[in-house]
């Protein structure tokens, strides 16, 4: 009778978006876009919202494409993890900058 929603316990919540900023040691700004109808006028509209994602192993860089999960609170802000860099940002491969 627990899971009369369909959405049951310990289900958390993921997300895709791109790095925007890494806003200091294993923090990171993920950009979560989403596309919507207008409701009376029928245009497509994006939705835009910006998620303080921890990246315990400084794994992301800006412009990355990475998947987040939900998690218990781990700062004032950061409520989300990073669960796994889906695809390099073109140019981000060489570490030193050559």
């Known amino acids: 009778m627990a899971e ?8 958390r ?3 895709r978006g791109r790095v925007a900023s890494k806003s200091g040691d294993k923090s ?3 950009v979560v876009e989403r596309r919507v109808r207008h409701p009376l006028y ?3 509209v994006r939705h835009t919202r910006k998620y303080h994602v921890h990246d315990a192993g400084n794994e992301a860089r800006v412009g990355d ?7 218990r ?4 802000l ?9 695809a390099a940002a073109a140019g981000t491969m060489g570490a030193t900058g050559q």
């Open 73 to 76: 609170p781990v700062s004032k």
């Open 4 to 11: 009369q929603s369909g959405k049951g316990r310990g289900v």
């Open 78 to 86: 950061k409520r989300w993890r990073l669960l796994k860099v889906d």
């Open 28 to 30: 990171v700004v993920v």
């Open 42 to 44: 029928g245009k497509t």
């Open 13 to 15: 919540l993921r997300r």
């Open 65 to 71: 494409r990475v998947t987040i999960v939900e998690c």
